[in-house]
């Protein structure tokens, strides 16, 4: 089980984010990733090995942590950023999402 | 550029089989495992299970039994099939591309069933 807090995080642009994900059990070799999706559409990756940008994500979006504990960090909140954030891990099966924290402006 | 592109009926009754077909355009369709993903309200996303271009599968337990999932190699497409549905198999369906991780997803389908 994946959980994430806070459910909402209220901030303003320009501000710094910071989701946390919390698993069950240890998550092996940094497998846990971080989605970001907006209404109406797909979740898109944003960071993968818990640390690593995917293809063309902005370098404010970066992820950390190990074992059970991880966090997501936005360092300053653009227009485009306010959406809903998910956890993943692809470590033990059956793969798992956590509930997502929604970014809200504030 | 990969672009997964996937279609199916939107609307089913209880106990009908929801069936769902989702295209690869773009890079290689072996060497990756492809996925179904699903989404709602009230559970949230939750993976389904995956397939590879062998046909070798892994699905979750939680839908195993209704769950089949294939391969059609010459047209780099891969289905979903779900037995016996219920109001709550209602959600959006999504396929992915699973490299590790879920790098390449589809527009979504939403599947609704209703009597």
């Known amino acids: 089980v994946l959980t994430q807090s806070p459910d909402t995080l209220s901030l303003s642009p320009g501000e710094r984010a910071t989701l946390s994900c919390r698993a069950s059990q240890s998550v092996a070799s940094r497998y846990l990733a971080w989605y970001q999706q907006k209404p109406g559409q797909a979740p898109r990756l944003l960071i993968y090995?818990?640390?690593s940008r995917a293809a063309g994500i902005p370098d404010r979006f970066s992820g950390s942590g190990s074992g059970t504990d991880f966090t997501l960090t936005i360092s300053t909140l653009e227009p485009e950023d306010f959406a809903v954030y998910y956890c993943?891990?692809?470590?033990?099966?059956?793969?798992?999402f956590g509930r997502g924290t929604k970014v809200e402006i504030k | 550029q990969v672009q997964l592109q996937q279609w199916g009926a939107g609307l089913l009754k209880p106990s009908e089989t929801l069936s769902l077909t989702c295209a690869v355009y773009?890079?290689?369709?072996?060497?990756?495992?492809w996925s179904w993903i699903r989404q709602t309200p009230g559970k949230g996303l939750e993976w389904i299970g995956d397939i590879n271009h062998r046909g070798s599968t892994n699905y979750n337990p939680s839908l195993k039994s209704r769950v089949t999932m294939s391969v059609d190699t010459s047209k780099n497409r891969f289905s979903l099939t779900l037995t016996s549905v219920s109001t709550a198999d209602t959600a959006v369906y999504f396929c992915a591309r699973r490299d590790y991780t879920l790098d390449y997803w589809g527009q979504g389908t939403l599947v609704t069933v209703s009597s």
């Open positions: 773009g890079g290689s369709f072996s060497g990756f495992y």
């Open positions: 090995g818990a640390s």
């Open positions: 993943h891990q692809y470590s033990n099966s059956p793969w798992t």
